[in-house]
């Protein structure tokens, strides 16, 4: 079934005159049908102009059948193929109408011209073909057509090409024998009078089209008076572009500047509805699967940070996750890194200097009581917005791709990523969270990290000591969908049972942190996997820390630690303090 051929079938069924515009794409085709004609005309002229080649066949039938189907994929409307003589003899109409038939074409219009056309206003080389092999074309054409609906119009150029009425009348009766369902009487006259009086004595056996070109101030209503079924403008679509076009480009390149032409222009918003973005978003919505669409992400950045240092000074006035690295707050470092790896629902926690948490694209969730509270409470403030895989991800640390890819990957429920690397030197942070495992770390071999199974026995900040720690918990953890569920469950749990008293290292239950509630959990016999890593990551917690994350961005991406020059040593800056102080512009944290 020909939805579309059917639909045309009902236009010329109807009473009126039946109104069509020409077109070559599918933006035109758009316009048409916005304007409120009945059909478009899948003009060869048109597609032949785009191309920026004459109208004479030049292009092959499958070009004109592309550009004709990229209009008929975007509108609703019946459209009708401009096939010039059919591309060839009857044996090429036979193909063509199978293969537009198939693209769901109405009609296709053949004119009895022979191959190759050459367009109807070009003088000389209007030489007609036969009657007899025309109609051939025309047997041809609805002997191949699949569905009864499909249209088959017969468009003699007699007046074009200069027999007269008689010639024209004596065409139109042969081709409406032959079978075909409409006929288009083509002039190149510069008024009407030809097409009146072919109408005056054809017979009506057949509903008759023109394509009023060069007699531009026929009225409708004239056309009508004569009983025109349908009226075509062919190519006024492609000529009002070619004009705005040109005095557009020719201003604009005068002027050297957008403004001078601005107002010519349609704004961006019309191209858009034009390309039907709202509806692209739609279908976004309700079907494309992002790899990780069933993970948010949390950043808890609701707390001050503290820090011995001039850090401190530059914390009195941003949360940590606002810090500016070289041009970009840390927080927006580590969204960008996270939406490429296909994690988009980042919800980060806010409360100190909270207005100052931004960026596009992200949710914010405000944990109000951020100044009685600890990072726990920050955490589960979010919990309405936890999907159905969570990451927690601290909000002063920055961390590699593969961290994150890794983590993805793994299979357990509650995971955390782990370092044992803080046992080489004497970090900054002296409230790291430690973590006493099931397997030591082989400590000075090499290991193959992936196919290292390990878990937490403790976790804390306090009750650990470094010498007994073997790993330090480096502020990313991964649960899946049970692991959330029993994260959720035992805070709960413990919400009741320790409103106001301490609840492992912690004085209240609001003031616990993470780590307490890991601490619950393993207790609770809830493995917590260890995932190692033993680089790939760093915190910010002294100025020291601020400037080498600066000197890592400095090429606006991080340096490479082996090919660094040594400016760029990130472990042993050249700069002085003064220097390297980025954030002077008050527009990056705003
Ligand atoms: C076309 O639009 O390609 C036509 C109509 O065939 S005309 O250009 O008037 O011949
Ligand atoms: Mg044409």
Redesign the pocket.
């Known amino acids: 079934m020909n939805l579309k051929a059917q639909e045309l079938r009902r236009l010329f069924a109807q009473p009126g005159i039946i109104q069509v515009a020409?077109a070559h794409n599918g933006l035109g085709a758009r316009l048409v049908e916005g304007a409120g004609f009945e059909a478009i005309?899948a003009?060869?002229?048109?597609i032949s102009a785009s191309y920026g080649v004459p109208?004479a066949n030049i292009l092959t039938m499958t070009e004109y059948l592309a550009a004709t189907s990229s209009i008929n994929e975007v509108t609703s409307l019946p459209v009708i193929a401009?096939c010039d003589t059919g591309y060839g003899n009857s044996s090429n109409v036979i193909r063509l109408v199978k293969k537009y038939e198939a693209a769901g074409i109405a009609a296709i219009c053949l004119e009895d011209k022979c191959f190759p056309k050459l367009?109807?206003?070009i003088a000389g080389n209007q030489e007609l073909a036969p009657v007899a092999e025309f109609v051939g074309k025309i047997l041809a054409a609805k002997n191949a057509q699949r569905s009864a609906d499909f249209m088959v119009i017969a468009r003699t150029e007699a007046l074009i090409a200069g027999f007269g009425l008689d010639e024209a009348w004596r065409r139109a009766e042969a081709y409406a024998n032959a079978g075909a369902d409409a006929l288009l009487i083509?002039s190149k006259a510069n008024n009407p009078g030809e097409i009146e009086a072919f109408m005056a004595g054809w017979n009506q056996s057949r509903p008759v089209i023109v394509?009023p070109?060069s007699y531009p101030q026929v009225t409708i209503e004239e056309l009508t008076a004569w009983g025109i079924k349908m009226v075509i403008y062919?190519?006024a679509g492609i000529r009002a572009a070619v004009q705005a076009m040109t005095q557009v480009l020719q201003s604009l390149r005068q002027a050297g500047s957008l403004k001078a032409v601005e107002p010519a222009l349609a704004p961006l918003s019309r191209i858009f509805e034009l390309q039907q973005m709202t509806r692209f978003r739609e279908d976004e919505k309700k079907y494309l699967r992002r790899s990780h669409d069933d993970f948010a992400v949390i950043i808890p950045a609701a707390g001050q940070t503290k820090s011995d240092d001039t850090l401190s000074q530059l914390l009195a006035e941003r949360p940590v996750a606002m810090l500016d690295l070289n041009g970009k707050p840390l927080l927006q470092r580590n969204v960008e890194c996270l939406r490429q790896q296909g994690l988009n629902n980042i919800v980060v926690v806010t409360g100190y200097k909270g207005d100052l948490i931004n960026l596009e694209g992200i949710t914010t969730v405000c944990n109000v009581e951020y100044q009685q509270s600890h990072i726990l409470h920050s955490i589960m403030t979010a919990q309405h917005h936890f999907a159905n895989q969570n990451l927690i991800i601290y909000s002063d640390i920055l961390f590699e791709a593969s961290i994150i890819q890794r983590l993805l990957a793994h299979p357990e429920d509650l995971v955390l990523v782990v370092d044992d690397s803080f046992a080489n030197f004497t970090p900054a942070n002296k409230n790291m969270d430690l973590v006493v495992a099931q397997a030591k770390p082989w400590a000075g071999k090499r290991r193959l990290l992936e196919h290292n199974h390990n878990q937490a026995v403790r976790i804390g900040q306090q009750t650990i000591r470094q010498e007994e720690a073997d790993y330090e918990f480096i502020g990313i953890a991964k649960i899946s969908e049970s692991g959330s569920r029993a994260l959720k469950s035992v805070y709960d749990d413990c919400a009741g049972r320790y409103r106001n008293r301490p609840f492992h290292e912690a004085p209240t239950f609001l003031q616990a942190s993470f780590t307490d509630l890991l601490q619950e959990m393993i207790e609770r016999g809830f493995p917590v996997t260890l995932m190692e890593v033993n680089s790939g990551w760093m915190e910010i917690q002294s100025f020291d820390d601020y400037r080498r994350a600066c000197r890592l961005f400095s090429n606006g991406r991080p340096a490479d630690h082996r090919n660094s020059g040594q400016h760029d040593n990130p472990l042993n800056p050249p700069v002085s303090q003064s220097s390297v102080i980025p954030w002077a512009e008050p527009r990056q944290c705003g």
């Open positions: 020409g005309w003009s060869g002229l048109e109208d401009d367009n109807s206003f083509h394509v070109t062919a190519n």
